[in-house]
């Protein structure tokens, strides 16, 4: 089985700007989570999608969005980039609702440089 | 506030010794707890699960004890070798109706040849 894949690897955006980061599950998981990951502040939780839904939200700011289409693709948005939006976002994928019980499969990351 | 600390950011150890890193959680109540090990530039891979109610596991030189009294996790690597160097990172869910996990900041982890 293919593992989880997100695209771009890597992003150079200047601030003000917009963009938007995909993510393939891998086949099967119905379950989306992205994580911001920077130096300081460690792996952070942005949202998680189930069916469509968005079941979760961290504390980030409405600049973050995010989405997931009926085939448990998910895209992540951000607008009016900040230079603190600098960072490794990743995505991770779990076959069933979680609560905890599931592991996690993580893509390798977008990193995101704002200048 | 609710707040995972793991207990170094970076812990050096010799080939051979067991290497053991420490999950310490305030004001959570998690019914589960995992482990992961993330290496440079990749994304973390899963290592072990625990539950609130298991108070081991073990796989194969891994082995994790989670006591919720204590409100802490254990994660022991036996016979460590220079490729277990890696960050190690404890997450939590948050409880009933959660759907999230919350992380620690990691632990980086060298064995020393």
């Known amino acids: 089985k293919a593992g989880v894949t997100q695209t771009p690897r890597y992003l150079i955006k200047t601030r003000g700007q917009q963009v938007t980061l995909s993510c393939s599950p891998i086949s099967g998981h119905r379950s989306v989570s992205w994580y911001q990951q920077t130096p300081g502040q460690g792996l952070q939780f942005l949202f998680e999608y189930f069916s469509e839904t968005q079941r979760n939200k961290g504390n980030f700011p409405g600049r973050f969005s995010g989405r997931q289409f009926s085939n448990s693709r998910s895209e992540m948005n951000v607008s009016t980039l900040e230079l603190g939006d600098s960072a490794l976002y990743l995505c991770?994928?779990?076959?069933?609702?979680?609560?905890?019980?599931?592991?996690?499969?993580f893509g390798p990351g977008t990193r995101l440089t704002v200048l | 506030s609710q707040k995972i600390e793991q207990n170094s950011e970076a812990l050096n150890i010799q080939e051979g010794k067991t290497a053991t890193l420490t999950c310490n959680y305030t004001?959570?109540?998690?019914?589960?707890l995992q482990w992961y090990r993330q290496d440079p530039g990749r994304g973390p891979v899963f290592l072990l699960l625990?539950?609130?109610?298991?108070k081991e596991k073990r796989k194969e030189r891994l082995k994790v004890t989670f006591d919720t009294t204590l409100k802490q996790s254990l994660f022991h690597i036996t016979a460590s070798q220079p490729a277990d160097s890696a960050t190690y990172l404890c997450?939590?869910?948050?409880?009933?109706?959660?759907?999230?996990?919350?992380f620690g900041k990691g632990t980086k982890l060298s064995v020393i040849p």
């Open positions: 997450a939590l869910d948050r409880g009933a109706g959660s759907y999230q996990l919350t």
């Open positions: 004001n959570y109540s998690p019914a589960y």
């Open positions: 625990i539950r609130e109610n298991e």
């Open positions: 991770a994928s779990s076959p069933n609702p979680g609560q905890g019980r599931d592991e996690q499969f």
